[in-house]
Every structure is written in structure tokens, then in C-alpha cells.
């Protein structure tokens, strides 16, 4: 891969160290939790939003997963009562993935884990320094990605 741009040579690493550190999550969430990183990422989101409340389109994106493969997920969590589903009245044709009192709970505990997961594949191999360095970067990148 030498001989290979340099940016190709950016994207390879990014998506190889992505693809480690998200194996690593994904065994031991599924493992020691018994929830996917996806779940795990979903109750985050949810956690995290206004009223602890997304519309389904914006989970979605924020995940980076398709309608459909959004509203699998989202079967899956209803079915832990994880979260529920709610139409706005003024737009029935949408819905809103809110986060239940169990789906914090679950979030909470699993939460645990999969930060001493993340502290252990990127702590022990960057300073922080680098952590800031690399932030900045994505950041940049993640960004850029946004007004295309």
C-alpha cells in the first residue's frame, strides 16, 4: 500500500482502527452485556437528546443506518422495552424513538463496560495529547462531511 495516495492511505488506517476498536466493543458488550454496540450507540443517542427523544430519520443518521435497518433496531428495543414509539399529532406519517425509564436503566449499566472497553483500546495507545490532536482532526473531517 505504499505506492497508494496518501489519502487512501488515511482512509484505510481510519477504517482499520475503527474496525479493531469496534470488534473489541462488539465482543464484549454482546459477551458480558448481551447488547450490541448498535443497541448500545441507540440508548446513547436517546440518552443524550432533548426530552431523550429522536425522530426515527435522525437516529438513523446519526447512526448511520437506513430507514429500514433503523427501524430493526428499533423492533429490537421495543421488544427489551428499551424504547418506544411515538406519532406527533401534527405529523402522523413520522415518529419519534423515545427513551424508556428501562432503556436508561440498560444504558446506564452497559455504559460501564463500554467505556472502560474504549478507555482500554485508545487510552493505551495514544496520550493526551494525541487524543486532542486526533479530535481535532475528525472533527475537521466530520464537519466537512456535513455541508456536502
Same mark, same amino acid.
Given at each position: 500500500m505504499?505506492?497508494?495516495?496518501?489519502?487512501m492511505?488515511?482512509?484505510?488506517?481510519?477504517?482499520?482502527?475503527?474496525?479493531?476498536?469496534?470488534?473489541? =466493543?462488539?465482543?464484549?458488550?454482546?459477551?458480558?452485556?448481551?447488547?450490541?454496540?448498535?443497541?448500545?450507540?441507540?440508548?446513547?443517542? +436517546?440518552?443524550?437528546?432533548?426530552?431523550?427523544? +429522536?425522530?426515527?430519520?435522525?437516529?438513523?443518521?446519526?447512526?448511520g443506518?437506513s430507514?429500514?435497518?433503523?427501524?430493526r =433496531?428499533?423492533?429490537? =428495543?421495543?421488544?427489551?422495552?428499551?424504547?418506544?414509539?411515538?406519532?406527533p399529532?401534527?405529523?402522523?406519517?413520522?415518529?419519534?424513538?423515545?427513551?424508556?425509564?428501562?432503556?436508561?436503566?440498560?444504558?446506564?449499566?452497559?455504559?460501564?463496560?463500554?467505556?472502560?472497553?474504549?478507555?482500554?483500546?485508545?487510552?493505551?495507545? +495514544?496520550?493526551?495529547?494525541?487524543?486532542?490532536? =486526533?479530535?481535532?482532526? +475528525?472533527?475537521?473531517?466530520?464537519?466537512?462531511?456535513?455541508?456536502?
Amino acid at each position: 500500500m505504499s505506492n497508494a495516495p496518501l489519502t487512501m492511505i488515511t482512509w484505510v488506517t481510519l477504517h482499520r482502527a475503527h474496525a479493531r476498536v469496534r470488534g473489541d =466493543l462488539t465482543r464484549r458488550m454482546e459477551t458480558e452485556c448481551g447488547v450490541s454496540v448498535l443497541e448500545h450507540g441507540s440508548l446513547y443517542e +436517546l440518552s443524550n437528546a432533548p426530552e431523550r427523544r +429522536l425522530p426515527m430519520a435522525e437516529l438513523a443518521d446519526r447512526l448511520g443506518l437506513s430507514p429500514s435497518a433503523t427501524t430493526r =433496531l428499533v423492533d429490537r =428495543l421495543e421488544e427489551r422495552t428499551w424504547v418506544r414509539r411515538e406519532s406527533p399529532r401534527e405529523n402522523r406519517r413520522t415518529a419519534n424513538v423515545i427513551i424508556t425509564p428501562d432503556g436508561r436503566r440498560a444504558y446506564v449499566r452497559n455504559n460501564r463496560l463500554f467505556t472502560a472497553t474504549v478507555e482500554e483500546a485508545v487510552a493505551a495507545h +495514544l496520550d493526551a495529547e494525541e487524543m486532542s490532536t =486526533l479530535i481535532s482532526l +475528525l472533527r475537521r473531517l466530520s464537519a466537512a462531511g456535513a455541508r456536502s
